[in-house]
T-cell receptor, first 114, second 111 residues
């Protein structure tokens, strides 16, 4: 299957700082990238959908000023958690789709905010 | 009503048995259907996709789609302990260009 990478895989930060997570599609050009969050023992929650060169579409209840998404190229999308707080600690997973038919997931980023 | 519904399980089967995982979805213009496997602490990985009514086989996995009944299933033959994971059903809705995920069914394959 297609390869999607995420960096960093794990990050620990202090409350109030900002954290940037990168998502790259390594062997295809992704027309759409998705950002999910998953709390322990819970299902995936879609945060936003981003298309290259346009503004991300956020799901209801997700603060767009807190979770900044940039999809600057067909192979790179970034999620910045601004002014992170302990309640933002979660498993953040991106996925990429190149044909609008199939999503391939990155390995995820585990964020811990102290 | 949720877009995609799955029994959360856990579903326990003995090694070598057939595991049957089920998923129902809402009546929208759903076009594409996917099964993902997620091991604890890992991200989901794609197992199969299915687009038309009927069965689709890939190794030990068979996906079954019945659009009239709004039902998609995944059969795992000769289940192995390594198949123990949470299985997520996903549906793509073409008119919103969105993917909807079920909450997943936890499968335990006992040696």
């Amino acid at each position: 299957g297609a390869v999607v990478s995420q960096h960093p895989s794990r990050v620990i930060c202090k409350s109030g700082t900002s954290v940037k997570i990168e998502c790259r599609s390594l062997d295809f050009q992704a027309t759409t990238m998705f950002w999910y969050r998953q709390f322990p023992k819970q299902s995936l929650m879609l945060m936003a959908t981003s298309n290259e060169g346009s503004k991300a579409t956020y799901e209801q209840g997700v603060e767009k000023d807190k979770f900044l998404i940039n999809h600057a190229s067909l192979t790179l999308s970034t999620l910045t958690v601004t002014s992170a707080h302990p309640e933002d600690s979660s498993f953040y997973i991106c996925s990429a789709a190149f044909d609008q038919e199939t999503q391939y997931f990155g390995p995820g980023t585990r964020l811990l905010v102290l | 009503q949720k877009e995609v519904e799955q029994n959360s399980g856990p579903l326990s089967v003995p090694e070598g048995a057939i595991a049957s995982l089920n998923c129902t979805y809402s009546d929208r213009v759903s076009q594409s259907f996917f099964w993902y496997r997620q091991y604890s602490g890992k991200s989901p990985e794609l197992i199969m996709s299915i687009y038309s009514n009927g069965d689709k086989e890939d190794g030990r996995f068979t996906a079954q789609l019945n659009k009239a009944s709004q039902y998609v299933s995944l059969l795992i033959r000769d289940s192995q302990p390594s198949d123990s994971a949470t299985y997520l059903c996903a549906v793509r809705v073409v008119d919103f260009n969105k993917f909807y995920f079920g909450s997943g069914t936890k499968l335990n394959v006992k040696p």
